[in-house]
C-alpha cells in the first residue's frame, strides 16, 4: 500500500527532548496505574477505576509505553525501545513510517476515522440521563457491579424508575448490557453493525470511549493524545457511575440523584461539558488519522 510518507515537514526531537516526554507520560500514567495494579493484587474492587481492565482491553504496560505518533522523528532512539514493526530507523533516527502500514491495519484506522467523523457531525442529545445503568440491573436479575458497590435504593424503586420514563439508549455497548426485561424499554436497538448510524457526540459513552479508538490507533497516533483520552474517559465515568443506582459515599463519590428532577438537571450539566470538551478531542483524533490515512 502506497502512503505517503508525510504530509509535510515532520519535526526532529532532540533525545533529551522526547525522553523527557517519556519520563512525564509514564509518571502520569503511573498515576493510575500503580494503584490498580496494586488493587488488583489484592482483589480490590473500584466501582469507578475498574472499567479500565473490564471494559477496556489495552494494558498498563502497553499505556505506560511513549510513542511520539506519526509525523514525528526521534533522535538517538534505540532500535530496542521502539521495535514495533511500524518504526524505521536509520542514521540515529527514528520515526513511524506510514508505508509500513497493513492493509488490515489501514482498514481499520479508516473505519475509526469514519465513526468519529460521523459522530462528530450530529446533533448531541441530551435527555437519557443515565438511564442505561438502571436498565442494567432491572428486575435485580444480574447486578453489573454488585461486587464494586451496593445498590443505594430498593430494587422495587429502580425498577419503576426504569419503567416510568423514557430511554434512549444510542449506544451498543451500554445497552448490550441492559437486563433482558429492560431491553424494550429502550427507543433505539444499536448493535455492533448499526454503531455508525447510531453514536451521537452528546452521549456520554460515545465519549468515554475516544480512549478505546485512541489506543485501538496506537502507536499511530501519540502517547499525548492517548493520555488526555485516557484522563477525559476516567472524568466521564465518575459521571457515569455518580448516576447509576449505586452507593460510592465510601469512595467519595456523591451520587447524582436522576430517579429527580434536579439530579436530572445535574446530568445534563455534566453531559454537556463532558460534550463541549469532547468535540475538541475527537477532533484531534480525526485530524491525526486523517494525517496519517493522507485524507
Known amino acids: 500500500m502506497n502512503v505517503p510518507f508525510y504530509n ?14 517519556a519520563l512525564e507520560h509514564r509518571k502520569m500514567i503511573e498515576t493510575i496505574s500503580v494503584p490498580m495494579r496494586a488493587r488488583k493484587s489484592h482483589q480490590e474492587k473500584h466501582p469507578v477505576y475498574d472499567f479500565l481492565h473490564t471494559y477496556y ?13 506519526f509525523g514525528v522523528i526521534l533522535e538517538g532512539a534505540d532500535p530496542t525501545q521502539f521495535s514495533e514493526k511500524y518504526y524505521r530507523h ?10 509500513l502500514l497493513t492493509e488490515k491495519g489501514h482498514d481499520r484506522l479508516k473505519w475509526v476515522h469514519n465513526l468519529l467523523s460521523l459522530t462528530q457531525s450530529r446533533p ?8 442505561h445503568e438502571w436498565a442494567m440491573v432491572y428486575s435485580g436479575a444480574d447486578i453489573r457491579h454488585r461486587e464494586s458497590a451496593p445498590l443505594r435504593l430498593p430494587q422495587e424503586e429502580i425498577d419503576d424508575l426504569v419503567a416510568s420514563r423514557p430511554i434512549a ?33 452528546g452521549c456520554l459513552h460515545a465519549n468515554m470511549d475516544l480512549y478505546k479508538w485512541a489506543y485501538k490507533s496506537s502507536p499511530w497516533i501519540s502517547s499525548d493524545l492517548l493520555r488526555e483520552t485516557l484522563f477525559f474517559a476516567i472524568e466521564a465515568r465518575e459521571i ?39 468535540l475538541k478531542l475527537r477532533e484531534k483524533l480525526i485530524n491525526a488519522l486523517a494525517e496519517i490515512l493522507a485524507i
Request: net charge negative; with cysteine.
Open 240 to 278: 457515569d457511575m455518580r448516576a447509576a443506582p449505586y452507593d460510592l459515599t465510601p469512595w467519595g463519590y456523591q451520587p447524582i440523584k436522576v430517579e429527580t428532577s434536579d439530579g436530572r438537571r445535574e446530568y445534563e450539566r455534566e453531559q454537556h461539558a463532558l460534550y463541549l470538551r469532547a
Open 57 to 69: 482491553s489495552y494494558s498498563f504496560g502497553r499505556l505506560e509505553r511513549w510513542h511520539p505518533g
Open 124 to 131: 448531541p442529545h441530551f435527555a437519557c440521563h443515565g438511564l
Open 169 to 201: 439508549c444510542s449506544h451498543f455497548d451500554a445497552f448490550r448490557f441492559f437486563a433482558p426485561d429492560a431491553v424494550a424499554f429502550n427507543k433505539l436497538s444499536p448493535t455492533l453493525l448499526t454503531r455508525e448510524e447510531h453514536e451521537q457526540p
Open 8 to 21: 509535510s515537514q515532520p519535526p526532529i526531537l532532540s533525545a533529551v527532548t522526547w525522553q523527557s516526554r
Open 90 to 99: 536509520s542514521d540515529r533516527l527514528t520515526s513511524i513510517d506510514s508505508s
